[in-house]
Structure formats: structure tokens, C-alpha cells
């Protein structure tokens, strides 16, 4: 495989990575805030690839791995708040506490109906979740980008 054959196939990974999200989306499964961070990089890894069609040189694929290599980071991230092994942002965590609030704002119903909890898992299989798949996937993805930035070297 030619080196921008490698880095289409990566950001078509994503692609694919980011229709799966929004189809489990659709079905049902609303996102939480770190799984929508860990859509940008894939996103970036997209925007990349168009660019690798006219410009398929290292700086473009060095640029993907790494675009592939932080929603892994993303990924690994969840998965460990998922797993209790640390926290998680306390927005979505469990971890906020409601000192700061005045009885008045506990009690309003100007809230969002329901926030989805970075610590739970919607779906899994094979024991893991959606976050530590995208892990997986993601780390493959960075490899392929990086190889590609070998390859143009």
C-alpha cells in the first residue's frame, strides 16, 4: 500500500469510528461528555485524510497518528473513570457537590432532563465498553497513520 493508500484507509477508519457513535446515538444511547471528546480527534483524522488526497506527505500523517492517538488517550481516559480506577470530570462523574447551591437552584426546572454519567457503561461487549473499543480502534488507527509517516519518510 502506498503511503496516502494508508493514510485514506485511517481517516476512513474514523469515519466509520464516528458513524458508529452517531448510530448508537440514534438508537438510543446518548453520548456523555468524554465520549464527545474523544469524537474531535477522529473528526481532525477525517479532515486530515481529505488533505492527504492532494498533500500525502509525513507532516499530514504525523498529524493523524496523533489526531488518532489522543481519542485513544480519550478512550483509556473513560475507560478508567468507567472502571472506578479514577475520577472523572465532575460534571458527569458523580463528583460535584452542591454546596454552592441555593435551595431555589436545586429545585428549579431549568435543568437539563437527564445527564448522562461518564462513570457508567451503556453497552458493552466482550467486557468492554463503547470508550474502551474506541481505545482499541483508535490505537490501530494511530498505527496506521504512523506507519504511513514511515513509509513518506
Not at 438508537?27 to 480527534?41: E, T, V
Not at 500523517?61 to 472502571?83: D, K, P
Not at 465498553?129 to 519518510?153: C, D, E, K, Q
Request: charged share 10%.
Amino acid at each position: 500500500m502506498t503511503s496516502r493508500s494508508l493514510m485514506i484507509l485511517a481517516a476512513a477508519g474514523s469515519a466509520a469510528l464516528l458513524m458508529a457513535a452517531f448510530t448508537f446515538q440514534a438508537f438510543g444511547y446518548a453520548p456523555c461528555k468524554l465520549c464527545i471528546w474523544q469524537r474531535w480527534p477522529h473528526g481532525v483524522a477525517i479532515a486530515l485524510g481529505v488533505v492527504a488526497l492532494g498533500y500525502a506527505r509525513w507532516p499530514v500523517a504525523a498529524l493523524g497518528g496523533l489526531a488518532a492517538a489522543t481519542s485513544a488517550a480519550f478512550g483509556i481516559y473513560h475507560t478508567g473513570v468507567e472502571r472506578g480506577w479514577w475520577e472523572g470530570p465532575s460534571s458527569c462523574s458523580g463528583g460535584a457537590s452542591l454546596s454552592g447551591l441555593s435551595g431555589a437552584d436545586m429545585l428549579s426546572t431549568e435543568t437539563v432532563d437527564k445527564v448522562v454519567m461518564c462513570d457508567e457503561v451503556a453497552w458493552a461487549f466482550a467486557g468492554l465498553s463503547m470508550a474502551s473499543w474506541n481505545a482499541v480502534a483508535s490505537a490501530v488507527l494511530a498505527g496506521i497513520w504512523i506507519w504511513a509517516a514511515v513509509r513518506t519518510r
